[in-house]
């Protein structure tokens, strides 16, 4: 085959390589034209259907409101609460009536809503009753028919609410979310504030140090669990070593069970010392006023510190005890015990914290930023609670399985020559 023919034959085949690929790009067209006929014939019969649906009235007739609103009986928050001996009004709201007379007072203007053509507004002290009835209460299962909603209570807990108050299930809900939102946004760097100040400092530590013996004590750190229902597609990273989802409550306690600071939100799979290590707190501890404040033992400088339980790295500023072990020194013993006595503080302000607040017991199940805010909320009421003299007895006691926190073993320089001379202060300085 000489050249001539041979670019002949090349010439012939790209010519019907470019009318095959001619034909293949028409086809395509056309098939992507016929699709979107489809799809537009599927929308106008879908359109068709809904229009024959309206007017054929066949299936609105059953989901018609009828009715503006029901008639709704609040006897009970109008003629019994009123009635109620003291005690029975704190089994019911959680506080006591100054308390709550007090609560109302401050947080009424930011609650407080104009009345309608249609109908009054709820009185504030009705949605401050309302809102701290749902808190105290179990949280139990929540509707999925109102989950979009993401009001701050069960089901149960809002029909009970509204059938008591005399108001609707969803405006029930509404109240206990604006009074958790209200309380957080207002009140909540104006009662957990930690010590700031030289006065402030120096009062914190003498506390410490004149009920439970420890000296140079600036706060009890440590983090609770409160279960949730985790977010979807994040399940395993709020599945605790409790073996539950949860969020993680990291906070700082005073000598008077008075929350100093709250970080909430964390999930449940990360342990208390790196939820600590990235929060703000860990920054602030840092700052040099507080190393203004020390004690010298031994030739040792003692800052004002946090105390914490083994589940923190050891640091300047971050007190822990010895790892339990056999054959434990007595010195070493003795510095947990002295510990551990100042320590409790945190562990009794959690406990009263949910005793007080019982829907912190059980699985929140509704849209973690409203969890985050609940809680905050409940420590808020907390601090107003023992500021107040408005103590909680301990009267509702809840089985738990007794789980061992992970150890921390990381220690910074300089740590460990405080904590042993602490040790030796407690040797010299019995109770």
Same mark, same amino acid.
């Given at each position: 085959? /000489?050249? @001539?023919? +041979?670019?002949?034959?090349? %010439? !012939? #085949? +790209? !010519? @019907? @390589? @470019? *009318?095959l690929l001619r034909e293949i790009n028409n086809f395509s067209l056309e098939f992507y034209r016929h699709r979107q006929n489809n799809h537009r014939a599927l929308s106008y019969r879908n359109r068709l259907i809904l229009c024959l649906l309206i007017l054929g009235n066949a299936s609105l007739n059953l989901n018609r409101r009828c009715v503006w609103s029901f008639m709704k009986n609040s006897r009970w928050w109008s003629e019994i609460v009123p009635s109620m001996t003291d005690q029975r009004f704190k089994e019911n709201f959680r506080l006591n009536r100054t308390? =709550? #007379?007090? +609560?109302? *007072?401050?947080?009424?203007p930011h609650l407080q809503k104009n009345d309608t053509i249609f109908r009054p507004a709820v009185p504030v002290d009705k949605k401050v009753a309302c809102a701290l009835y749902l808190i105290g209460s179990i949280s139990s299962f929540i509707d999925k028919t109102l989950f979009f909603l993401n009001f701050l209570g069960s089901t149960c807990e809002l029909r009970t609410a509204a059938n008591l108050f005399g108001i609707g299930r969803s405006t029930a809900g %509404?109240? +206990?979310h604006d009074f958790c939102s209200v309380l957080v946004d207002t009140f909540f760097h104006r009662f957990i504030k =930690?010590? &700031?100040? &030289?006065?402030e400092i120096n009062d914190t530590v003498n506390d410490f140090y004149t009920k439970c013996g420890y000296p140079m004590c600036i706060g009890s750190l440590d983090g609770t669990h409160i279960g949730i229902k985790p977010p979807f597609g994040f399940?395993? /990273? #709020?599945f605790n070593y409790k073996k539950y989802h949860s969020v993680i409550m990291l906070a700082v306690v005073n000598s008077s069970l008075l929350f100093t600071y709250v970080n909430v939100g964390a999930p449940g799979r990360c342990n208390d010392s790196s939820v600590f290590s990235r929060s703000t707190l860990a920054d602030v501890i840092q700052l040099p006023i507080y190393a203004d404040h020390y004690m010298t033992i031994n030739n040792i400088k003692i800052q004002s510190h946090l105390i914490a339980d083994s589940a923190f790295a050891l640091k300047p500023t971050v007190i822990k005890p010895y790892a339990d072990r056999p054959n434990m020194p007595r010195s070493q013993g003795l510095f947990n015990y002295r510990l551990s006595r100042c320590r409790c503080s945190v562990e009794r302000a959690f406990g009263s914290l949910k005793n007080r607040f019982r829907c912190l017991h059980k699985k929140l199940e509704y849209n973690l930023d409203h969890v985050c805010t609940l809680i905050k909320a409940a420590t808020i009421l907390h601090n107003m609670c023992i500021i107040s003299d408005d103590y909680m007895e301990m009267e509702w006691n809840i089985p738990e399985i007794i789980y061992k926190k992970p150890p921390c073993n990381t220690q910074t320089a300089g740590a460990a020559g405080i904590r042993e001379a602490l040790t030796v202060f407690f040797e010299q300085n019995p109770l």
């Open positions: 085959m /000489d050249d @001539k023919t +041979l670019l002949g034959l090349v %010439q !012939l #085949y +790209l !010519l @019907k @390589k @470019k *009318r308390t =709550f #007379y007090e +609560l109302v *007072r401050e947080i009424g %509404q109240i +206990l =930690f010590p &700031s100040t &030289s006065n399940e395993t /990273d #709020y």
